[in-house]
């Protein structure tokens, strides 16, 4: 009798445990959007648990649950579907809805705080990164052109890698720079443009924001007015770039492994040119010379200023001197002695001078991370070979980034990014030109963009082959040939940069938490200036020159900061921010200038006769700059009904290199949105989204350099 029992017991335990197993499942199935496509990255969850997973490239998904239990797909920007599961369900295929009444872009704003796009009360565009990818432009700077209402790009040449000035919504200030501060991955980042001279001598450098691989780039947000940049203080007073690359962005990589390949190739070409006659050639008042001028004697023949007129200086057989054919050439281009060119309107004789350029693009990027989603990581590598419309221009760079993120135990995530770029820019030199010549250095453009329409300037030889020196059409070498300089001079430069962060985050409980980041932006940029003897003119650069130096800046930041949400009531919400950040910045400058070249085409210090001492932009050679800024901060952010928001934010700066170092930035911002507070005014062809905001910012910046220190300028002399 007991061992009939026992073999009962034991029958009914085996059924538990076989109804406990069965009713254990694995779900699967394919999220898709509103028409239909794969919807990566959506975020899969048991209700009331911690178990989940998110959907793949192709939008499929696996997860283990029980029957009884519900599935809770969410996904930004689309109506979160909760699913139950039963004792029949085996897949389970989603289609997710837009939420249209949210219209809840998530942006990113200060400090990588994300907020809805309908609770801001300031300006604030963002930039997908379909926008960024795939672009001919290399500089990320180039990209945002035409991207973001009122941001304003300039490019200082239309050179590839030629440096840009950014200005959003106007200038605030005349003296001072009004230039954005850029926030990568949360980073100060300096996008410095170094220069190599001056209006005058020219300034061929590129600016530091051309590091930057925009294949690499997962989205941009740019903050506009003081009430957007508070929490930036004097720093964020010009507005704020605001850009996250894919490895910063780690947390939203989809746990299946994915390798994306890019490649693109662009063609380039000169947009416009100036407008020239094609009735008068070389000359002054109809009478024919060799100048910078289209004011001498007409292409016709007969009528006023034709060039049978005896003062035209033009044979009776419309034709006119070789301008090689002159004494001081006649050993060197013997062939063009007493030899002739047609009086005529070359065609294209400046838009041959240009080539039509080539712009070679490859981004590889490697994502993925564990099924249970506690790490993640991504890979990217970048390459652009950009070979400008003007001969002897181009840009070369190679990005190297790695970013991930892991959740530790004891509710601690640890996230980092690290990215190394090498960029190689060169070109030939530009500078301030008018009618007569370029004033104060080579300028490619200027001594090409006034030739003549009579000569025919690709077939004319550019170099003495004896001496080397420049050879043009005026026979006192003042006009330098333009295709002398693209041979004989450049400007280079060689960056190599290091920039990245470390952040150590952790949840106090599912209001609180709090996170640490350091952050370096090291970039190391080599500049090199040189030009053959044999220039022309100015004088200076007839004898040759070799300008090297090295430009370092160096920024550390810190930034401590604890996060809040609240609901304080069934109807008011509350977010806030608190921190504290600490910068500091160091810029290096040193080098030498050489003149008197003395063996032709050898670029070394030592082949030049003497080293002076340069001076541009009242910058010497060699020169260090540094400071500190340390700041406290906060932001509150109430919410009513989710119609009403008010921002209130403000920050306190201290810098180092001042007496009265203490600057206070207050702001304040309110967003309303009466569709949703009136759902009534609502209709189908008439308003369906209404938003009124309206923000108060101030802000102000520190003086740079040291303006409370007297210098002393060392300039030691030799003495008999």
Not at 204 to 232: F, H, M, Q, W
Not at 243 to 259: C, D, F, L, R
Not at 338 to 367: C, E, M, Q, Y
């Amino acid at each position: 009798m007991r061992t009939k029992f026992s073999g009962i017991l034991t029958l009914l335990l085996a059924f538990v445990v076989q109804l406990t197993f069965a009713q254990e499942k694995t779900i699967s199935g394919t999220v898709t959007d509103d028409t239909g496509l794969p919807l990566p990255g959506v975020n899969i969850i048991v209700k009331g648990t911690n178990t989940g997973t998110q959907s793949d490239f192709d939008g499929k998904y696996s997860i283990k649950t029980s029957v009884g239990q519900t599935l809770v797909f969410s996904f930004i920007s689309f109506k979160t579907v909760e699913m139950a599961v039963t004792a029949a369900t085996s897949s389970l295929n989603v289609q997710m809805v837009t939420d249209a009444e949210e219209l809840s872009q998530v942006i990113v704003t200060g400090f990588a705080v994300k907020r809805e796009k309908k609770a801001l009360g300031y300006a604030v565009s963002e930039v997908a990164a379909e926008s960024i990818e795939q672009r001919s432009e290399g500089d990320v700077a180039r990209v945002l052109s035409g991207k973001s209402s009122g941001v304003v790009i300039n490019n200082t040449s239309g050179i590839s890698g030629s440096a840009t000035n950014i200005n959003i919504r106007g200038y605030n200030s005349i003296s001072g720079s009004n230039q954005p501060l850029f926030i990568v991955d949360g980073v100060p980042f300096s996008n410095d443009t170094n220069p190599n001279g001056n209006f005058l001598t020219g300034n061929s450098g590129s600016s530091r924001s051309l590091d930057l691989d925009p294949n690499n780039i997962e989205s941009i947000s740019v903050l506009k007015g003081y009430s957007a940049a508070t929490l930036y203080g004097s720093e964020g007073k010009n507005g704020v770039i605001l850009i996250t690359t894919k490895a910063g962005s780690v947390s939203n990589t989809v746990k299946k492994t994915e390798i994306s390949v890019i490649q693109s190739v662009f063609t380039n070409e000169i947009a416009s040119l100036p407008d020239y006659t094609k009735k008068y050639g070389n000359g002054f008042d109809q009478a024919f010379g060799n100048f910078f001028s289209n004011w001498g004697p007409g292409f016709f023949a007969d009528g006023l200023g034709g060039y049978l007129e005896p003062s035209s200086g033009i044979n009776p057989d419309g034709t006119f001197p070789h301008p090689y054919s002159r004494a001081g050439l006649a050993d060197v281009f013997p062939e063009f002695q007493d030899a002739v060119l047609p009086w005529k309107a070359v065609p294209d004789h400046v838009k041959d001078f240009f080539r039509d350029g080539l712009s070679l693009n490859t981004s590889v990027n490697i994502a993925g991370g564990s099924d249970d989603g506690k790490y993640n990581y991504n890979f990217s590598y970048g390459r652009l070979e950009d070979e400008g419309f003007t001969p002897g221009n181009k840009t070369t760079r190679n990005n190297f980034s790695v970013g991930g993120r892991a959740i530790l135990t004891n509710k601690f995530t640890l996230s980092g990014t690290l990215n190394y770029a090498i960029t190689d820019f060169i070109t030939p030199p530009v500078a301030f030109s008018n009618g007569s010549s370029a004033q104060n250095g080579l300028s490619v453009f200027g001594d090409l963009f006034y030739t003549p329409t009579n000569l025919p300037l690709m077939d004319l030889p550019f170099q003495n082959p004896l001496t080397g020196q420049s050879v043009y059409y005026r026979a006192d070498d003042r006009i330098v040939n333009p295709n002398w300089i693209v041979n004989n001079s450049h400007v280079s430069q060689l960056t190599n940069r290091f920039f990245g962060s470390n952040m150590l985050a952790y949840e106090i409980n599912e209001n609180l938490n709090i996170s640490y980041r350091v952050g370096i932006d090291l970039y190391s940029e080599n500049t090199e200036v040189a030009t053959n003897r044999g220039g022309g003119f100015p004088a200076d650069i007839d004898l040759g020159e070799y300008t090297t130096y090295n430009s370092t800046n160096t920024i550390w930041d810190h930034n401590f900061m604890l996060n809040g949400s609240y609901s304080l009531t069934d109807d008011l919400g509350l977010n806030f921010t608190v921190g504290a950040t600490s910068k500091s910045e160091n810029f290096e400058r040193f080098g030498i200038r050489s003149v008197d070249q003395i063996v032709f085409d050898v670029f070394r210090h030592f082949n030049f006769r003497t080293q002076t001492r340069l001076n541009f932009n009242d910058n010497n050679i060699q020169n260090t700059n540094f400071r500190n800024i340390n700041g406290v901060y906060g932001q509150a952010d109430f919410d009513y009904k989710n119609y009403l928001y008010l921002n209130l934010s403000a920050r306190n700066d201290w810098v180092s290199s001042q007496i009265d170092n203490s600057q206070f930035y207050p702001s304040a911002s309110l967003s309303f949105l009466p569709s949703v507070a009136f759902p009534d005014i609502k209709s189908t062809n008439g308003i369906n989204y209404l938003k009124l905001r309206g923000s108060y910012g101030t802000s102000a910046g520190f003086a740079s350099g040291f303006p409370i220190s007297n210098t002393l300028n060392l300039n030691p002399n030799f003495f008999n």
